[in-house]
């Protein structure tokens, strides 16, 4: 009879740094309503490469995004008003197929470093642009396709969706529900990538439904921590913790910069 760690093809140390890691990614989600896929795949970048991190998060990142997705009575306004926004992001992921397997995932870690730098400062900064309604129909697109790209070659789908979706002054309730369709169809079209690459196996999928749970867990703690403790002072340490995860990946820069002398 196989043994667990043999079900979901990992050792016993990547293992417990997955739960752990999937905890925390859903803690974060849970406060402040985003957060998961990119704390999750920042900090398992560190162990495992950025495919292995991608193949992991499909599952929490299904369950608890549609959950978000579910709530509110919007989805069919914000789908015909999203919708070339979510067919560039379809078309970026898959057009971006191959990006995070490239020279064994190395300038995937980079451009990771990069995009949570990127997400970090815009964060710390409170940057809230806009963008007046009759200039959707050029930006929703364009916006779409850099998303998938970076979905593409990282895993992480939330540069630049968020800030977009932010500046377009949608009411709250209906903002966490767009966040919620976009990282749907996000996780889908990353999902078809990574199936179509042959890297999520049936190893991948047991391992993917264990970390779950911890996701979900960490999701429940959050939103009880998020009525006692002040958003804006979490936000602002998530933030700052983020910038500090991409310059750490991003500094594998020089490692590709001494490989090319």
Known sequence: ?????SLVEM???TLAVSLAVFLLAGFVKGVIGLGLPTVAI???SLVMSPVQAAALLILPSMVTNGWQLATGGALPMLAKRLWALLAGVVIGTLAGAGFMRADGGRHAIVVLGVALMLYALAGLAAWTPTV????????SPLIGLLTGLVTAAT???VIPVVPYLQALGLPRDQLIQALGLSFTVSTLALAVNLGQAGA????????SLMVLLPALLGMAIGSRVRARVRAATFRRCFFI????LGLHLAWHLLDLLEATR
Do not use: I, Q, T, Y
């Not at 913790?241 to 500090?244: A, E, R």
């Open 1 to 5: 009879m196989p043994s667990l760690l």
């Open 11 to 13: 050792n016993a140390a």
């Open 42 to 44: 920042g900090l398992l």
């Open 132 to 139: 007046p309604s009759r200039h959707e129909r050029w930006w």
């Open 155 to 157: 895993g992480v789908f």
């Open 200 to 207: 999520f196996s049936a190893g991948v999928g047991w391992a």
């Open 241 to 244: 913790g983020l910038l500090l």
